[in-house]
């Protein structure tokens, strides 16, 4: 696999990794390409509904997955590391996948799973502190399909 | 590089080598010449023949050069289905090779009706079911001798005794096992089978369809004369040199080496399956190729595994959907009944002629590491839970 030396540093030394006891917000999300899994937990400083105000201050991640799909996990939570709720609500797969200094073809797919599982958190963060109606608009995980 | 991929690909034998040489400037002429330069090709040509025919026991003229085991598996296939005849039935496993399993499924094209018979959980097939589904409307039975991911050996025999009570043809497919473990032709019941030179140190590029005397089947290259008409094209003449050559080693070596392998096959699961917890072995424990040892690693991803093995420099290879192309897990892990996730961490080590005890033993030492650092990245894994109740 012709993977960048970004993707190999990432996938080598996966930054932020593990779990969180009491995270404001959780995300699991599933691959349905390949059936590979990604958590992500969360913590929130202030914890106000303000997603201009809101930032990540924490993020743990913990990943099944290839090399590729590790790597993506690492990028995505750096980057959404210290950033208010809004800016990760912007971030998409290309962010990522061009932080890495791109992906082969046939691995793009992993690329989804990083930020759709923070989006995942920020949902969960929202819907824990009573705003369903914000939670909503953010799209996670993708729907199972069949 | 400790490589440990041997049922991918071998490295061509130096001995091999060197006898190939001469036959690419000196001696190379077209076989089919009359003058004596082509007489001399021909000549070695033949003597490859010879030798391959020794191996197998079976007779020169049954023996067709081609260019691997993929076309030898393609002419099994297709040019028994093309050679006319009423029986409308393919029968195969669900663990084949692509090269014959895709091939089988395009038969249906033709108004082929293609069965493939299960395997039970350590990958033989299903006797019951091949003895139910082969009938006299079947034209031919295609099983392989060892599967390439996981090394179970088929039985061969018990298959040959069902297609012979209904005058079907047997083919099988025995690229993994030729050069590897002693071969019998006419006792075993075999029609005919592949082999591929580069899957025990011969060069890529050349193999070799036996086709017993009575079998029809047509070519799939027309053209000139070459193999009986059968496989239209200049022979590769380098090429069949080396695979009469390593034939000719293998002939030497094949039981020493055999047992050599399964020391060392077997020191590599001891060694790794007393260090780390969660493993399951794939394929049979005994029925399997010396040198071939296929594993789940519970909670964990064969790719990401192979990329660590490939940091420390060992070649292995996996069966993870991941690493497909097509992002789907091994056809044949599946087909065994291994769940996905466990498919998903599956990890193949084949050994071969070049592995030294010190290469396994370097593979024993950093292979924990590898487990512990991929399963801590796991969201499956539960150290806690799971340390309390291991299987
Ligand atoms: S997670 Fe399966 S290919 Fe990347």
Redesign the interface.
């Known amino acids: ?1 012709q ?1 960048s030396q970004k993707v ?1 540093d990432h ?2 030394n ?1 930054r932020n ?1 593990g779990e969180m006891q009491d995270a404001d917000g959780t995300g ?1 999300c599933g691959n349905p ?7 992500f937990y969360v913590r929130i400083e202030p914890r106000t509904d303000e997603l201009e105000k809101a930032r990540i201050c924490e993020i743990r991640f ?9 790597a993506v996990a690492s990028m995505a939570s750096e980057m959404a590391k210290g950033k208010t709720l809004s800016q990760v609500i912007d971030l998409s797969r290309n962010d990522v996948t061009d932080g890495l200094d791109g992906l082969p073809p ?1 691995k793009m ?2 690329s989804n799973l990083g930020v759709q599982a923070i989006h995942e958190a920020i949902k969960d963060y929202l819907t824990k502190i009573g705003r369903q109606d914000l939670a909503e608009k953010i799209r996670g995980c993708p729907k199972e399909e069949h | 590089m400790i490589y440990l991929d041997y049922n991918a690909t071998t490295p061509t034998d130096q001995r091999v080598i060197k006898a190939m040489l001469p036959y690419f400037h000196d001696i190379s002429a077209n076989p089919s010449s009359i003058h004596n330069a082509g007489q001399k090709a021909r000549q070695a040509v033949e003597s490859a023949r010879a030798t391959l025919a020794k191996m197998l026991k079976c007779q020169t003229d049954e023996i067709y050069f081609t260019s691997g085991g993929t076309e030898s598996d393609n002419i099994a296939v297709k040019g028994t289905a093309f050679a006319g005849g009423k029986r409308k039935k393919i029968v195969t496993s669900a663990i084949e090779h692509h090269a014959v399993l895709t091939t089988c499924e395009y038969m249906h094209k033709f108004g082929f009706e293609i069965v493939k018979v299960p395997v039970d959980q350590y990958g033989i097939v299903d006797l019951n079911v091949l003895e139910k589904e082969v009938d006299d409307d079947t034209l031919l039975v295609s099983v392989m001798h060892a599967n390439n991911e996981i090394g179970t050996l088929q039985p061969i025999r018990e298959v040959s005794k069902i297609t012979q009570r209904h005058g079907a043809i047997f083919h099988t497919d025995a690229v993994q096992t030729v050069g590897k473990m002693p071969i019998d032709i006419p006792s075993m019941g075999i029609d005919m089978l592949s082999l591929s030179g580069h899957k025990f140190y011969g060069p890529k590029g050349v193999g070799a369809l036996v086709v017993r005397k009575g079998m029809r089947f047509d070519p799939l290259s027309h053209g000139g004369h070459h193999e009986q008409r059968k496989r239209a094209g200049t022979e590769n003449v380098p090429g069949i040199v080396g695979l009469g050559k390593t034939c000719e080693i293998a002939i030497d070596e094949m039981d020493a080496e055999e047992k050599r392998l399964r020391k060392l096959r077997d020191r590599l699961w001891q060694g790794i399956s007393t260090k780390v917890s969660e493993l399951k072995l794939n394929g049979h424990p005994e029925k399997r190729l010396a040198n071939t040892l296929n594993f789940s690693v519970k ?3 064969g ?2 595994m192979l ?1 660590q093995l490939n ?1 420390n420099d060992i070649g292995a290879s996996s069966g ?4 497909s ?1 097509s ?3 091994s056809h044949v892990l599946l087909a065994m009944g291994v769940p ?2 466990m498919a ?1 961490g599956s990890l193949r080590f084949s050994l071969g002629r070049f592995n030294t005890e010190t290469d396994i033993d370097k593979v024993i030492s950093v292979f924990p590491g590898i487990v512990e650092k991929l399963r ?5 894994y539960k150290p806690s839970i799971t340390g309390m109740h291991k299987e």
């Not at chain 1, 390409?33 to 958590?39: E, H, K, P, R």
């Not at chain 1, 913990?62 to 590790?70: D, R």
């Not at chain 2, 801590?376 to 499956?380: C, D, F, V």
């Open positions: 696999m993977y190999m996938f080598m996966p990794v699991t390409v390949c059936g590979d899994l990604m958590t913990k990943t099944f997955g290839c090399g590729a799909a590790i046939v797919h992993c | 909670y964990i991803e790719e990401s990329l940091m993870s959907a991941c690493t192309g992002l789907e897990a996905h996730d998903h801590a990245i796991s969201p499956l």
